[in-house]
């Protein structure tokens, strides 16, 4: 059985009381687990300096975004290539780089492959916002997200899915476990579908939005559920080891 990713978005944030503070108090809570497999994106800024403090303990690494050109003249933006060194993961479309920075599917597409040609391990998000919710577009949203966002690639091993509602993000309120479910559901359909059965057999399949140690049970313990992206929890040291150690307890 492949081990529940719980993976800490630190966005352009720090942990409550540092960094330092963070991995001192969470490291020794949450390395090798029999269960679950930790991974933290920090910004980019702190990515070396996690990679020295992370060198002997089993928890990923990754980045928040990236430029699908290997270098080139694109001030402010990194490469797969400069990332390779670094980390193994890379959150790629996340709903407030579409909203915000105007990310197209597209783009999103190279992203992706770019990703996956540097052996990185794309977490690539998809989610519909509230008004395609109360229009009923939910699946047709993602469906779509998924089907450009996947165009460019055909090895499915590597690849994580983040299914991460607008509505939910930040919210306080996670999505119900009915509506994950079913949304797992949706997003394994159109990868067995549209990529073959053995894609839909490797592709991993997380949840993010108000992940918190309150709700974690009821989440993970849902159907086909591999884990889950975590924000704003994931900066209070405690909070992020109680998720990561409430799924180890509850899977054992
Ligand atoms: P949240 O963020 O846990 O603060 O809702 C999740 C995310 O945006 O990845």
New binding site residues.
């Given amino acids: 059985m492949d081990k529940k990713l719980v993976i800490a978005?630190w966005?352009m944030n720090i942990p409550n009381e540092g960094i330092d503070h963070f991995l001192k108090s969470v490291i020794p809570e949450i390395t090798d687990l029999q269960y679950v497999q930790p991974g933290i994106c920090p910004p980019y800024l702190f990515i070396p300096k996690l990679f020295e403090l992370l060198d002997n303990s089993s928890v990923l690494l990754g980045a928040q975004n990236l430029h699908y050109e290997d270098n080139g003249a694109f001030t402010g933006e990194i490469s797969a290539q400069l990332l390779k060194t670094y980390c193994s993961l890379v959150?790629i479309g996340?709903?407030?780089r579409r909203r915000l920075f105007h990310e197209t599917d597209e783009e999103i597409s190279r992203k992706i492959q770019t990703a996956t040609q540097c052996n990185l391990t794309p977490i690539l998000?998809v989610g519909e916002n509230i008004t395609e919710r109360k229009n009923n577009l939910s699946n047709k949203i993602v469906t779509s997200q998924l089907i450009t966002g996947l165009s460019k690639i055909n090895n499915f091993n590597k690849l994580i899915v983040?299914y991460?509602p607008l509505w939910?993000?930040?919210?306080g309120n996670?999505a119900t476990p009915n509506d994950i479910e079913l949304m797992v559901k949706v997003i394994r359909q159109v990868i067995t579908e549209r990529f073959g059965i053995e894609s839909q057999n490797s592709v991993r399949i997380i949840y993010?939005?108000?992940?918190?140690e309150n709700n974690i049970t009821k989440i993970i313990t849902l159907p086909n559920m591999d884990g889950v992206?975590?924000?704003?929890?994931?900066l209070d040291p405690l909070q992020y080891s109680n998720i990561v150690k409430n799924i180890e307890t509850i899977i054992t």
């Fill in positions: 978005n966005k959150i996340h709903s407030e998000c983040a991460e939910a993000i930040g919210s996670a993010g939005g108000s992940v918190s992206l975590v924000g704003n929890a994931s």
